[in-house]
């Protein structure tokens, strides 16, 4: 079964207006989340890594102020994409480290699709 | 350069063939790696890791050459399932941050 869950799956929103991406892990604690985009028939590309109790660390080219994290707890990480524009729209993915007796999996959530007109 | 290279494809075989597929990093400093499969809008989901002397899980065979900095992932007797884009995946450190190439698309037809 699932061990990382999106909500929402998909979103269309108007530009300007603002999206908040949750993204959870299920019975399990993930002080690390990671937050990614993909463009279509492109790569992830990692956005930001979230940390719990603590600020995101973003990757190189990711406006923190546009695209803000908060990770306030050890099962929920939330990506809000502020004044969202046409070119937000993507695929937004979020993983958690799963611990495991084998030792340590990222798992993804299911994605969510954003569309900004 | 980017960081993760593969062929895009789509390779087009049919039931049964054996396929390849091949992936190169720029970074010698990469410690782990991975193949990931995804099919169409959907999250990558893990499908192996690749070790330094090679691993196979059923149908599925993963190669590393460090010295190439090469990796090869060998799928035998294709079935229709097994079409989706496959993510070769590149960790440089122990933070876990994956850095994923642009995937190749495999189509297995009857």
């Known amino acids: 079964g699932a061990v990382v869950s999106q909500h929402p799956s998909r979103v269309i929103c108007k530009s300007g207006t603002s999206v908040k991406i949750e993204c959870r892990s299920l019975d399990f604690q993930a002080t690390t989340m990671f937050w990614y985009r993909q463009f279509p028939k492109k790569s992830l590309m990692l956005m930001a890594t979230?940390?719990?109790?603590?600020?995101?660390?973003?990757e190189q080219g990711v406006e923190k102020d546009k695209f803000l994290i908060n990770h306030a707890s050890l099962t929920l990480s939330t990506l809000t994409v502020t004044s969202a524009h046409p070119e937000d729209s993507s695929f937004y993915i979020c993983?958690?480290?799963?611990?495991?007796?084998?030792?340590?999996?990222?798992?993804f959530g299911p994605g969510t699709r954003l569309l900004v007109l | 350069r980017k960081e993760v290279e593969q062929d895009p494809g789509p390779f087009n075989v049919p039931e049964g063939a054996t396929v390849a597929f091949n992936c190169t990093y720029s970074n010698s400093a990469s410690q782990s790696f991975f193949w990931y499969r995804q099919d169409c809008r959907k999250e990558p989901k893990l499908l192996m890791s690749v070790y330094s002397s090679g691993n196979e899980d059923g149908r599925f065979t993963a190669q590393l050459n460090r010295a190439s900095q090469y990796i090869s992932l060998l799928i035998r007797d294709s079935k229709l399932s097994d079409s989706a884009t496959y993510l070769c995946?590149?960790?440089?450190?122990?933070?876990?941050?994956?850095?994923f190439g642009s995937g190749t698309r495999l189509l297995v037809r009857p």
């Open positions: 979230s940390n719990e109790g603590s600020k995101a660390t973003y």
């Open positions: 993983s958690a480290i799963f611990p495991g007796l084998a030792g340590e999996t990222q798992y």
């Open positions: 995946v590149v960790n440089l450190d122990s933070s876990y941050k994956l850095i």
